[in-house]
C-alpha cells in the first residue's frame, strides 16, 4: 500500500520560514514524481512545485516561485518543501502526492496523497 505521510507544519509568523517533509512507503520511490500542493479554506486544491524522478527537473506555481524548494532524498525516500518568506495567504492544509514515471502539475494527475499537514502563517 502507497503511503505518503507529510510532516513538519505548524504556526509561524510572516516572514519566516518552514520546511515540510514527506516520507513515502509502499512504492519504488526513485519509479515516482513527487509534487506538493496546498488547499485554503474555500478554495480549490492548488499545484505548488514538483520533481520528477531523478530531481533534475523542477516546477513551481507561479504563486510560490522564489520562495519555496522542493528537494528529494531517493536514499531516504522523502520529499521535502523548504518555505521561506512565508505570507499569511501561504495557510492552508499541504499535501504531499506521487505519480508514477510522470512528472503531472494539474490536480487530477496525480494518484497518491497524503493526508496533509496544516500550515498556518500570522500577520
Known amino acids: 500500500q502507497v503511503q505518503l505521510v507529510e510532516s513538519g507544519g505548524g504556526l509561524v509568523q510572516a516572514g519566516g520560514s518552514l520546511k515540510l517533509s514527506c516520507a513515502a512507503s509502499?512504492?519504488?520511490?526513485?519509479?515516482?514524481?513527487m509534487g506538493w500542493f496546498r488547499q485554503a479554506p474555500g478554495k480549490e486544491r492548488e499545484f505548488v512545485a514538483a520533481v520528477t524522478r531523478s530531481g533534475v527537473r523542477i516546477a513551481y506555481g507561479d504563486s510560490v516561485q522564489g520562495r519555496f524548494t522542493i528537494s528529494r532524498d531517493n536514499a531516504r525516500d522523502t520529499v521535502d518543501l523548504q518555505m521561506n518568506t512565508l505570507k499569511p495567504e501561504d495557510t492552508a492544509v499541504y499535501y504531499c502526492?506521487?505519480?508514477?514515471?510522470?512528472?503531472?502539475?494539474?490536480?487530477?494527475?496525480?494518484?497518491?496523497w497524503g493526508r496533509g499537514t496544516q500550515v498556518t502563517v500570522s500577520s
Open positions: 502526492a506521487a505519480k508514477y514515471m510522470t512528472m503531472p502539475t494539474a490536480v487530477a494527475d496525480w494518484t497518491h
Open positions: 509502499g512504492l519504488t520511490f526513485t519509479n515516482y514524481a
